[in-house]
């Protein structure tokens, strides 16, 4: 079984890690700016997976991720190129809110925009902590307008799932493990988690099995990788861990890595770079599977 890369090509969800912009003029221009950057660094991104095809890595092997408003010339051409994607949508779920449901509900106009776009799989993101006694009805709620909506538009839900409690990092592929029981319990039943997760193997093993639990063996787990410096840890528990399907290579860690690139040499072939990192991933990735295997 062939793990795959996720490659995301726009920021996700941004407004949980910052404060929403206010109203000024000077800062509705620097938004724009910023939307610019933005928009050159995901053709960069995209490009270089174009152009890593070129130099010999198999397209079936990657997923790209785009945001549907903001990368939305990106998910047309991965359709175009027979790419698999799935389309992002910037919402945001709390469960400890029992006015969301009413201020601003699960976006099915959303799902529908996706499918538009031919994109039949779409990602939310759910804040959660398992330590929290969240009430029935809310959570009831939120996950049945879920899976309404992924039923009228007969989509499929990736979940990213982020723990919210700051108190013990160190357990927090525990935590992990814990959200992911409590929320299937609730019948939220995705076809793929996406997880920020510390590197245990052993823990990784037992998110994977929660997540596939029951009837649940088509679903897949998905790491998030934050640093490309320390991705190697994480490129093992992907190999070494049935059950787990890939790895997503956030759109901030390729910002951060063109940004180091700028200053370095300044201006550059970025998509060949870039291809050249995502084919160095790839090696390495297939390289510690075949080792594991052996």
Not at 180 to 190: V, Y
Request: aromatic letters at 8%.
């Amino acid at each position: 079984f062939e793990k795959k890369i996720l490659i995301s090509t726009t920021p996700i969800n941004q407004r949980i890690w910052k404060e929403e912009m206010s109203e000024t003029n000077a800062e509705e221009v620097r938004s724009t700016l910023q939307m610019k950057k933005h928009s050159e660094t995901s053709n960069k991104i995209f490009n270089g997976l174009l152009y890593s095809f070129e130099l010999g890595a198999d397209p079936k092997r990657f997923i790209v991720s785009s945001e549907i408003f903001k990368g939305e010339s990106t998910l047309l051409r991965t359709n175009n190129a027979f790419i698999e994607n799935f389309g992002q949508l910037d919402w945001v779920t709390d469960f400890q809110s029992p006015n969301q449901w009413n201020d601003d509900p699960f976006p099915i106009d959303k799902c529908g925009d996706a499918l538009k776009l031919g994109v039949n799989k779409v990602g939310i993101t759910i804040l959660y902590n398992p330590n929290i006694s969240y009430k029935d009805a809310t959570l009831k709620n939120a996950i049945d307008s879920m899976n309404e909506s992924m039923k009228l538009t007969n989509q499929k839900l990736m979940i990213s799932l982020k723990i919210i409690n700051e108190e013990s990092k160190e357990n927090n592929d525990l935590m992990v493990l814990e959200s992911i029981r409590q929320l299937q319990d609730a019948d939220l039943n995705p076809d793929s988690w996406i997880l920020e997760l510390n590197g245990n193997e052993d823990t990784a093993s037992l998110i994977s099995s929660q997540a596939q639990i029951d009837d649940r063996l088509d679903t897949s787990v998905i790491l998030k990788i934050n640093d490309l410096e320390q991705i190697q840890k994480n490129l093992e528990v992907l190999a070494s861990t049935i059950g787990i399907q890939g790895i997503l290579l956030d759109f901030n860690v390729w910002e951060n890595f063109i940004r180091k690139l700028e200053k370095n040499i300044g201006s550059a072939n970025f998509e060949q770079i870039i291809a050249d990192k995502i084919l160095e991933i790839l090696k390495r990735l297939d390289y510690i599977n075949s080792s594991m295997n052996f």
